[in-house]
């Protein structure tokens, strides 16, 4: 009588274990077990301090059709000598998807020995920080190219606390002190999904992030209003003081026209100015880069700084007061902001110099083809840009992803993707005007899950094959 053999329930992937967080015991080696998370987050699997025998860990998003050997081969994650000869595995984990984690070891030596482990959400290390200070913990999941990842902390003045790689660390400071971290990343992609970023202040998380950042990504801690664009203070028109210099300030106009941003008043030392009209992503320095208005020296008030700026009324604009070589150093700023009146211009959207801002006709508006037309804007793509940017990857994809909501993707879970960055640049002589969401809808998707608006028109991508078909 032949009877059949049975598989028993953890022999593999089909037939993993299903459990929650806690402590657990595998009795036989290469023994796999189900996750359901029932929230998001960076979950930890180890058997440090549990298990004596030499461990291994792995974790898995797929199971059918998956491949799997003794090293990290389409591992979500792998590990094998954390803590010793122990393991711990840390992984990203979305709700409601599962995932599937195995238990082994190396050479087979724990056969005959259970191997007790546990799962749980990632906690940051025991401060250790003497008194005064306070641990800033920096967990990092990287992609496939963990080089490329670097990070550092600095105090608001500047001076370097700590920095590391991809493997992130622990950094003491001062409770008082305003903390900024930047996290790089060389090839200027950010950190592919599941990976990403996550930082802890005295064990409690305040900040996480890492995909589509480019090459940095920014976060601030106990930093003053007006320390950065993304904590500046809200100012009307009227006159105000910067305590110092590089202060940022918001402004909202009340309506469209011409405003005057000044520093002319009260003023013996050589100011600058810069206007921006967005900040996620910025990049600046002390030039007239990401700019929309700059002046040092050019507003008609010797080495004080002046622009005559039109802005859009409801939009929100940073306003950032400065200096000139430190010639400001330890005395404040007194600058101002004021409304100069309605912006003139050509009205009648069929002319050539057709102002889409101005909201008084001044009765310059010309026909095209008329001598007086002014050129107009000449956009080009670069091509090297684009060329030199060219990355084949993947990317893991839930089924309520933006990329999918948005027709970015067809399909979720694991996708081939061609990554590349697309420059266009004007290289004519009038400014390239888009329009606003609100007045042009046409010209923009209002309908997506990120959170802003997307220019419709702002290029074709279309991919041909080795016979040239599209």
């Known amino acids: 009588l032949a009877l059949p053999l049975l598989a028993q329930p953890g022999s593999t992937c089909d037939l993993a274990i299903s459990i929650g967080p806690g402590t657990h015991v595998a009795a036989t080696d290469d023994l796999w077990y189900l996750f359901t998370p029932a929230t998001d987050g960076v979950y930890q699997a180890s058997t440090c301090g549990l298990s004596t025998c030499d461990t291994k860990l792995w974790a898995y998003d797929e199971c059918q059709g998956l491949v799997w050997d003794e090293t990290g081969l389409n591992a979500l994650a792998y590990n094998d000598d954390h803590c010793g000869y122990q393991s711990r595995i840390l992984f990203n984990a979305t709700a409601g998807v599962p995932y599937w984690i195995r238990v082994g070891d190396y050479n087979d030596a724990c056969a005959g020995t259970p191997v007790d482990w546990a799962l749980e959400p990632y906690s940051a290390p025991p401060d250790t920080c003497p008194a005064g200070q306070v641990q800033l913990d920096v967990l990092i999941l990287p992609d496939g190219w963990p080089n490329e990842i670097s990070w550092e902390v600095r105090n608001g003045g500047g001076a370097l606390l700590g920095n590391g790689g991809p493997a992130g660390g622990q950094v003491c400071v001062d409770t008082s002190e305003c903390v900024v971290f930047t996290i790089f990343d060389s090839y200027g992609d950010g950190i592919f999904a599941p990976g990403g970023y996550w930082l802890s202040y005295g064990g409690v998380q305040v900040a996480s992030g890492g995909q589509n950042y480019d090459f940095e990504d920014r976060v601030e801690l106990n930093c003053p209003p007006g320390f950065s664009c993304a904590n500046p203070e809200l100012v009307g028109e009227g ?20 405003y005057q941003v000044s520093t002319c008043t009260g003023n ?121 940017s060219l990355q084949l ?22 996708r081939d993707i061609l990554r590349f960055t697309t420059h266009i640049k004007n290289i004519g002589n009038t400014d390239y005007y888009i329009g606003n969401p609100n007045a042009n809808p046409d010209q923009f998707n209002l309908s997506n899950c990120h959170g802003h608006v997307h220019y419709e028109g702002y290029a074709e991508y279309l991919l041909f094959d080795t016979a040239g078909q599209s």
Not at 241 to 255: C, G, L
Not at 294 to 302: F, K, L, Q, S, V
């Open 239 to 258: 006159n105000h003081t910067a305590p110092a210099s590089d202060t940022w300030y918001s402004f909202v106009p009340a309506q469209n026209g011409m």
């Open 268 to 388: 013996t030392c050589d100011t600058k100015l810069w206007i921006y009209d967005y900040c996620t992503g910025l990049l600046w320095d002390d030039t007239n880069i990401g700019t929309i208005y700059y002046d040092d020296n050019n507003g008609g008030c010797g080495l004080q700084a002046q622009v005559n700026a039109l802005l859009a009324g409801g939009e929100t604009y940073y306003v950032r007061i400065g200096d000139a070589g430190g010639d400001c150093a330890g005395s404040p700023i007194a600058w101002s902001v004021n409304y100069m009146g309605p912006i003139s211009g050509c009205m009648d959207p069929s002319a050539c110099n057709f102002d889409p801002l101005a909201e008084m006709d001044d009765g310059s508006c010309l026909p095209w083809g008329d001598p007086g037309c002014p050129n107009g804007p000449d956009l080009i793509v670069l091509s090297d840009v684009l060329e030199t």
């Open 393 to 414: 990857t993947t990317i893991n994809v839930g089924p309520n992803d933006c990329y999918i909501t948005e027709g970015c993707l067809s399909g979720y879970g694991v």
